[in-house]
């Protein structure tokens, strides 16, 4: 056996519960887990292998001598610094795909609860206000059926929103550099393509990763270019949106709504005006929350912890 199969798992998380997938699997490596950052400290210099996200700090690699992997609990690694990780000799993977289906049917559920309005039938309920019929048109709730929906970022969860849109009855343009598509009910575009995109939708879906290319892809330029009445739905990294460029174009009444997940800044500041816009829902990076989640990323962790040992290619391989 590799004597290095025998450090510790740790697993460290504030609030899955990913020893308890682990134990279910009947596996006897040892582990530990670990709710917040003192006790990671604690415990790292023990380990062999980490299953992380929110609590990595990149100074942590200094007190873990024994480290050789580093299992991503999220699909984004931005947090990692990949060379400094190399330079220890520990392999990074993510858990990209983990939460494809949750964060997709998200982010059309988001997109229907804007344009149902079912978030403020709810702040209707929760007054016991029956809330009359509506007779100013414009003010009514809207059907997806027909409308233009452009997806930027297509990768397994921007393709699966595509698709899953498509299924409603949208016209999807889906943005992106690589111009091949196995799906014929989305466009391609190219983010060059963008401006023009944006006059024309009806609903913008960012489902793209964090890159230096998309940090404040949606700024004033991009939202004075949206057509009036439009939707901004976003289940991207926060820095993707410019915040104070959004909320001035909600204000202004350029936008119908928005839904966001997560936030340049998180928790999201309670000084934030986006709490109290009635037409923007807010939810708390909550779009890859499932009761999968623990299951998915055990299932990455043990393919990865044996082909580390077997000397191949990690899945979701990063370092």
């Known amino acids: 056996m590799d004597p290095n199969s025998l450090l510790p798992i740790c697993f460290?998380?504030?609030?899955y519960q990913l020893g308890a997938?682990?134990?279910?699997?009947?596996?006897?490596?040892?582990?530990?887990?670990?709710?917040?950052?003192?006790?990671?400290?604690?415990?790292?210099p023990s380990a062999g292998t980490l299953v992380v996200s929110g609590l990595w700090r990149n100074e942590l690699l200094d007190i873990a001598p024994r480290l050789r992997l580093i299992q991503?609990?999220?699909?984004?690694?931005?947090?990692?610094d990949r060379e400094m990780i190399r330079s220890k000799g520990v392999r990074l993977a993510s858990a990209?795909?983990?939460?494809?289906?949750?964060?997709?049917?998200?982010?059309?559920?988001?997109?229907l609860s804007l344009t149902r309005q079912l978030h403020t039938l709810r702040d209707h309920q929760a007054r016991q206000d029956w809330r009359p019929f509506i007779s100013d048109v414009p003010r009514r709730e809207e059907e997806l059926d027909g409308k233009h929906l452009v997806v930027v970022g297509l990768g397994r969860i921007g393709a699966r929103i595509a698709r899953l849109a498509s299924a409603f009855g949208?016209?999807?343009t889906g943005v992106r550099r690589r111009a091949a598509s196995a799906d014929d009910a989305v466009a391609i575009a190219h983010p060059d393509?963008?401006?023009?995109?944006?006059?024309?939708?009806?609903?913008v879906i960012l489902a793209c990763s964090l890159t230096p290319e998309t940090r404040s892809l949606m700024g004033e330029r991009e939202f004075r270019a949206m057509k009036p009445g439009a939707y901004l739905v976003s289940v991207a990294r926060g820095p993707v949106v410019v915040t104070s460029a959004l909320v001035d174009a909600l204000a202004g009444g350029r936008l119908a709504g928005a839904a966001l997940d997560c936030f340049d800044e998180e928790?999201?500041?309670a000084s934030?005006?986006?709490?109290?816009m009635p037409n923007v829902i807010v939810t708390p990076h909550s779009a890859g929350e499932t009761r999968l989640y623990e299951e998915r990323i055990v299932d990455y962790l043990v393919e990865n912890v044996t082909r580390l040992e077997g000397g191949l290619p990690l899945l979701n391989e990063i370092v």
Do not use: C, K
Not at 12 to 15: E, F, K, M, R, W
């Open 12 to 15: 460290a998380h504030s609030g």
């Open 21 to 44: 997938a682990f134990s279910a699997r009947g596996d006897v490596r040892p582990f530990v887990e670990v709710r917040d950052l003192d006790a990671l400290r604690l415990a790292l």
């Open 72 to 80: 991503s609990v999220s699909a984004g690694t931005d947090q990692y």
């Open 96 to 111: 990209q795909g983990v939460n494809e289906v949750a964060v997709s049917e998200h982010a059309i559920g988001i997109l």
């Open 170 to 172: 949208m016209r999807v």
């Open 193 to 203: 393509r963008l401006p023009e995109l944006l006059a024309d939708a009806d609903a």
């Open 267 to 269: 928790p999201l500041p």
């Open 272 to 276: 934030s005006p986006l709490w109290t």
